[in-house]
């Protein structure tokens, strides 16, 4: 077997060993192949245990350079898909390019921002991040959102996407150009950049006016910046759209901890994201 398909196996293997639940109840994940221009992207998509034809949530990661642990990834995507999958909704974890499962499909968004910000600094970081946001990760995305739309066993009436971090500015930006995603949830969305590049800013308020799908933003109080949330619900309530924004008490005892809240303390967001996905969703 080759080594990362490998270390994949294992690492789904504990993710199901450590929750009786999942053992019980779920099936292992398949792994899918998504064509996004020139790029044979991976995936790994989870079907819940019961039924044929469900809701589906693409998950949008956030930044993971080539030189983190592919594990983490891969676990952290595992830890969501079975949360998602158990509740009933088919969830499908895509590895946009250069990034885990995807490692060897183009460049990495992270890797790109981190190299800008050492050639030019902060504002060279921005310009990559956002060009990266607006052109070849949204690509990706979309091309996964194409490929759910293409399967039976898809409710396309009912697709959602859930990011994190700059995932989350990612699945804001995409669902600002694609009416038929009828729900968004980020976690963390720009935490980190947010306080950082006006360009950033200016793009994710300029998303959710013309996001037509109910959105829940969600931010623990040790995250690395709140006014992301806070910025994103003053607008979206300027403008009386159905929208949510949950702060949660600090998760850990650091920013970083604070910001991965959602692989972190998944009981604390669990019952309120289901409840928003049941009442917009499901609706």
């Known amino acids: ?21 999942n ?18 992207l991976k995936g790994l998509l ?14 949008c990661h ?6 983190d642990t592919l594990d983490d990834l891969i676990q952290d995507v595992s830890l969501l898909g079975s949360v998602f999958a158990r509740q009933g909704y088919l969830f499908l974890g895509v590895f946009r390019r250069g990034a885990g499962l995807s490692k060897t499909q183009g460049a990495n968004t992270a890797d790109l921002m981190a190299q800008a910000f050492s050639n030019r600094g902060q504002e060279g970081r921005n ?18 959102l194409s490929f759910l739309r293409l399967r039976k ?26 009416a038929g ?49 806070q910025a994103l619900d003053s607008v979206l309530s300027a403008m009386n759209k159905p929208h949510l924004l949950k702060i949660y008490p600090p998760s850990g005892s650091s920013p970083k901890q ?12 669990e019952a309120d994201v289901f409840k928003f996905l049941q009442k917009w969703l499901l609706k």
Not at 62 to 67: I, L, P, Q, V
Not at 196 to 223: C, F, G, T, W
């Open 62 to 67: 956030g930044s993971y350079e080539t030189t």
């Open 23 to 40: 053992a019980q109840q779920l099936a292992a994940p398949d792994t899918v192949t998504i064509h996004s221009g020139q790029y044979q």
């Open 258 to 269: 604070g910001h991965g809240m959602i692989f972190f303390n998944p009981t604390s967001w």
């Open 181 to 229: 995603v009828k729900t968004v949830i980020v976690f963390s969305p720009a935490g980190y950049s947010w306080d950082r590049s006006s360009k950033l800013r200016y793009a994710l308020i300029d998303a959710v006016r013309h996001i037509e799908a109910p959105i829940m933003i969600i931010h623990a109080q040790n995250d690395y910046s709140l006014h992301p949330g």
């Open 46 to 59: 989870w079907h819940p245990a019961q039924g044929s034809h469900w809701p589906a949530i693409i998950f």
């Open 127 to 144: 310009e990559i991040q956002i060009y990266q946001l607006q052109s070849a990760d949204s690509n990706d995305i979309v091309s996964a």
């Open 153 to 178: 066993d898809v409710d396309t009436s009912r697709i959602g996407l859930v990011g994190h971090s700059y995932g989350g500015s990612l699945a804001l930006l995409v669902a600002s150009h694609d």
């Open 1 to 21: 077997m080759h080594e990362t398909m490998r270390r994949l196996v294992l690492t789904i293997l504990i993710v199901y060993l450590t929750d009786p639940l």
